[in-house]
């Protein structure tokens, strides 16, 4: 039996968390129950997109300098405003007479509440099985833009392809979609 | 409590929350951005774990999850559409009054 | 002598920050770094606001204001004492919370963009490998602060030239990144500092500036006209066209946060040009090599008002296009431009050194725009004016 992919030798210390952690989880939490909960659909747009710039920043902190700056740009200044455009084009700003929430929102926070319980057992006790894993500070991986356009091009040429076909598929597929019928003449 | 366990649990909550959103919401657009919370639950699982794992030199969990932005961005593009689709044929975005497979 | 010149705000900025103890040096660095850019940007802002009123007046055959101070001088000072003291009038039925925050989002995160632009040698806040992504991220925020300015006031001419304004910025974003993507691909970085380096190179005195070659004159077109559509410029600025929609997103706002709007406005179009001037006018790096003992930041803030006032003199000559207009020519002309600009700027690496190069892209390039316009102008029917009067 071979040893756990994870191990930390007994000389290194488990890193604690550290404060801007605690703090950037804090405004991304609030964000996404900002989102969901508010009655306001405009409101609950832009505490998304609160959420989306704390993830962006727990990015950065995770010393992901590229997927950080992908997730503001990509996120915060395209799916943000497509969504608030939707909410515009759907006239979802008006309040709806019946309420927000659905007739059987008990069984969604329950069924929420369970998968919850599950990943959060699933993660503490793997903690508790592996202990010392994942907390070594190895150096932070100087990933530089050079790195990933070698990758990009090298080893993940096939998805990127793969992506840019779906991405091309997906703008043709919205535009059709949404598109306005012209209308029959009879 | 380590750091990739504290951002593990982070990416959990996010996703349970997530989860709640969509499926607790009336109206479309709310699914979708419980939807896009999940995703973005698994983005950050797919990065604590490249950061803190054996070989973040391979690179494979930062590509993983920017393919993962790009698909994402793209889902929630033609789901929108959809929906304002949808908008246009029955005049309303609330998912409790289309309960019938007529239109 | 030169040198010391060239570097006085560095040497500055160190001496200064020698008097406090080791440990709080590098914070203290870059706290006096943003305090500078804090405090320079909006004094530039208030000399670019008096330059815009007496050029656009001269342009129009008018003297702009001139009875505060000697040759309108001091009427900066004029305008931001009756911006400050206004009353802040915030309508009943407006969102408060994001009313009072769209402002704020907009400033701090044109402020932001200031960090990666490197105005002189070692004169750059942040150095970071991917400066350029920093930079357009940061940008790409600054779009949702102008949509929350106009849904918040619940009025809609305010929804309406947000809607326009969040739709043309949103459409010009990509000919701006593309345009990019292609000094980006040449000079072999995202980081401006490099990209800046890579032009400080003379041949005969003349420099290798990007705008001096032919996909590089092209792509500086399509980024000044993706820039002027970006900061909602003439004549691309029907989103606040003062005679169609009152004042577009910020009908609803007065005194100190319509200021705010304003300074933001004008200090994405300084960012902008100083991102320009980065990509495609070499930066802090002077035109010919004897002219090279003149400091850097000079040469940078020169080619940064330079384009401010090429902003102003569009702004009085060209007519407001519409908004059906401006987005059919983004799509169907500049973007791709752009794709065909990329394509050319790949050519002219593999090409190698050479006249060959030159003559193969210019012809490419000239051949396309040409015909471009002659397909689009093919419509359009130019006679003799004539005239029809009411009867």
């Known amino acids: 039996m071979g040893h756990p992919a994870f191990s930390v030798s007994h000389r290194e210390q488990v890193a604690p968390m550290s404060f801007v952690f605690y703090v950037l989880a804090a405004v991304t939490l609030a964000g996404a129950l900002a989102a969901v909960l508010l009655k306001n659909t405009v409101h609950c747009a832009l505490a998304l997109t609160v959420a989306f710039a704390g993830l962006a920043l727990l990015y950065l902190e995770l010393d992901a300098q590229f997927a950080g700056f992908a997730q503001i740009l990509v996120y915060i200044g395209a799916v943000a405003i497509l969504i608030v455009f939707a909410i515009l084009l759907t006239k979802g700003s008006e309040t709806p007479k019946d309420g927000v929430y659905s007739k059987n929102w008990l069984a969604g926070l329950a069924i929420a509440a369970g998968v919850f319980a599950v990943l959060g057992w699933a993660v503490l006790e793997s903690a508790r099985v592996l202990p010392g894993s994942g907390g070594t500070p190895t150096a932070a991986p100087a990933v530089t833009v050079l790195q990933i356009g070698n990758a990009l091009m090298g080893r993940y040429v096939l ?23 012209k209308e029959e003449t009879r | 409590m380590t750091p990739l366990t504290g951002y593990l649990l982070v990416a959990a909550l996010l996703f349970s929350i997530g989860l709640g959103g969509a499926l607790t919401r009336r109206n479309a657009i709310l699914v979708l951005i419980g939807i896009e919370l999940m995703l973005n639950a698994a983005n950050l699982n797919l990065i604590a774990f490249w950061r803190y794992g054996p070989h973040p030199e391979a690179l494979t969990g930062m590509m993983f999850a920017i393919f993962s932005i790009a698909v994402a961005a793209a889902e929630a593009a033609v789901g929108l559409g959809l929906v304002i689709q949808i908008h246009r044929h029955a005049h309303t975005t609330d998912l409790d009054q289309m309960n019938r497979m007529r239109g | 002598m030169t040198e010391a010149l060239d570097q006085v705000f560095v040497l500055l900025s160190r001496w200064l920050v020698s008097f406090l103890p080791a440990g709080w040096r590098p914070a203290a660095g870059v706290a006096l770094s943003v305090a500078a850019i804090v405090c320079l940007f909006p004094a530039l802002f208030a000399l670019t606001v008096l330059l815009e009123r007496k050029g656009l007046g001269r342009m129009q055959n008018r003297i702009g204001p001139n009875r505060v101070g000697p040759l309108g001088i001091l009427q900066p000072i004029a305008d931001g004492i009756k911006s400050l003291t206004k009353e802040d009038i915030v309508p009943t039925s407006a969102d408060g919370v994001v009313h009072f925050l769209a402002p704020v989002v907009l400033a701090t995160a044109v402020f932001m963009g200031f960090a990666v632009l490197p105005m002189g040698r070692n004169m750059t806040l942040a150095k970071m490998d991917a400066g350029l992504l920093f930079y357009f991220a940061i940008g790409a925020s600054t779009e949702l602060s102008v949509f929350m300015a106009g849904w918040s006031s619940r009025n809609k001419y305010s929804l309406l030239g947000a809607m326009r304004a969040v739709a043309q910025m949103i459409s010009y974003e990509v000919p701006l990144l593309m345009s990019s993507v292609a000094v980006v691909m040449i000079a072999g970085s995202l980081s401006l500092d490099r990209i800046v380096e890579a032009q400080n190179h003379y041949t005969w005195g003349l420099p290798h500036w990007y705008i001096f070659t032919p996909w590089g004159f092209a792509g500086f077109v399509l980024f000044a006209i993706a820039a002027t559509a970006e900061t909602n410029r003439s004549p691309f600025d029907l989103p606040e066209g003062e005679s169609e929609l009152v004042a577009g997103y910020f009908t609803e706002y007065s005194g100190f946060k319509f200021a705010l ?125 004539s005239y029809r009067y009411a009867e």
Request: with cysteine; net charge positive; hydrophobic share 60%.
């Open chain 1, 159 to 181: 998805p990127l392809e793969i992506v840019a076909l779906l991405l091309t598929a997906a703008l043709i597929g919205a535009v059709i979609v949404a598109m306005h019928e």
């Open chain 3, 261 to 385: 709007f304003f300074l933001g406005e004008y200090l994405a179009m300084f960012s902008i040009s100083g991102l320009g001037a980065t990509l495609f006018l070499g930066g802090w790096s002077a035109p010919f090599s004897f002219l090279g003992w003149v400091p850097s930041w000079i040469w940078f803030f020169g080619k940064l008002l330079v384009s401010m006032c090429v902003f102003i003199w569009m702004r009085g000559t060209l007519p407001r296009l519409r908004q059906d207009q401006l987005m059919n020519f983004a799509w169907k002309f500049v973007l791709p431009l752009t794709m065909l600009n990329l394509m050319v700027a790949a050519l002219w690496h593999f090409l190698g050194d050479g006249w060959a190069r030159w003559a193969v892209c210019s012809a490419i390039l000239a051949v396309s725009y040409v015909g471009m316009a002659w397909v689009g102008m093919r419509r359009m029917h130019f006679g003799a004016r």
